[in-house]
């Protein structure tokens, strides 16, 4: 079955630093890619996706590939901010559409 | 427009006990998906419902239902409560069924202690 794989945390870094957290999927045909946010207390806020594979989403910064042939979907960010402290999920949507299936999070913490 | 909401925003309940959870979806938005999030599972799929009709069910036990209502609001219930079943559970609405270019937006779930 479908499935997504994100790399583990928590992710420490200091301002302004280079963000990469990884994320690869398993999946049939051709999925929808998701990079979803929560912040603490709250529920998820989609932070970017792409459709089709080569597509870049981008949102507050924040960049990611749609990557088939190594069915990835790593996301990037220049320079974080203490603001962008938070955990941030992977998901996929499958080509037949339904139901959302992520993976297990990555904590990032920003340090001034 | 206002977004999702889901009440309450906090429950504690007893084992055996039961629990509904409700969910307001966006203005227009005909579709509600649940997803119960755990610090040892995640993120895990509920049930999606559309005009009132379940479409896709998650792999949970049968005391875990739903339904929608002809506002597009739905509510959830979980009979027998285990102590497993504390979570953090979230709605999410989309204007359609689940598909490529349906954005899903999210409430800020309901946080379930079960004692």
């Known amino acids: 079955g479908n499935s997504v794989t994100q790399m583990e945390g928590p992710v420490t870094l200091s301002e302004e630093a280079f963000l990469t957290i990884n994320c690869t999927y398993t999946a049939t045909g051709y999925p929808s890619l998701f990079w979803y946010v929560q912040y603490p207390g709250e529920g998820l806020q989609l932070l970017l996706k792409a459709t089709k594979a080569d597509d870049k989403g981008s949102n507050k910064g924040f960049e990611a590939t749609y990557r088939k042939e190594t069915t990835s979907f790593h996301l990037e960010k220049g320079s974080v901010q203490v603001s962008d402290s938070a955990v941030y999920f992977c998901a996929l949507r499958g080509d037949q559409g339904g139901k959302l299936i992520f993976g297990q999070g990555t904590e990032l913490s920003v340090k001034p | 427009k206002a977004g999702v909401t889901q009440t309450p925003r906090y429950l504690i309940k007893t084992r055996g006990q039961q629990v509904t959870l409700s969910c307001s979806p966006i203005s227009g938005h005909r579709s509600v998906s649940w997803y119960q999030q755990t610090p040892g599972q995640g993120l895990q799929f509920l049930f999606e419902y559309f005009s009132e009709t379940q479409r896709n069910k998650g792999n949970f036990p049968g005391r875990f239902s739903g339904r929608q209502f002809s506002n597009s609001r739905s509510e959830m219930n979980v009979s027998t409560l285990e102590l497993g079943d504390s979570a953090l559970y979230l709605c999410?609405?989309?204007w359609g069924p689940g598909g490529s270019y349906n954005e899903q937006f999210f409430g800020p779930g309901t946080r379930l202690t079960v004692l």
């Open positions: 999410a609405s989309s």
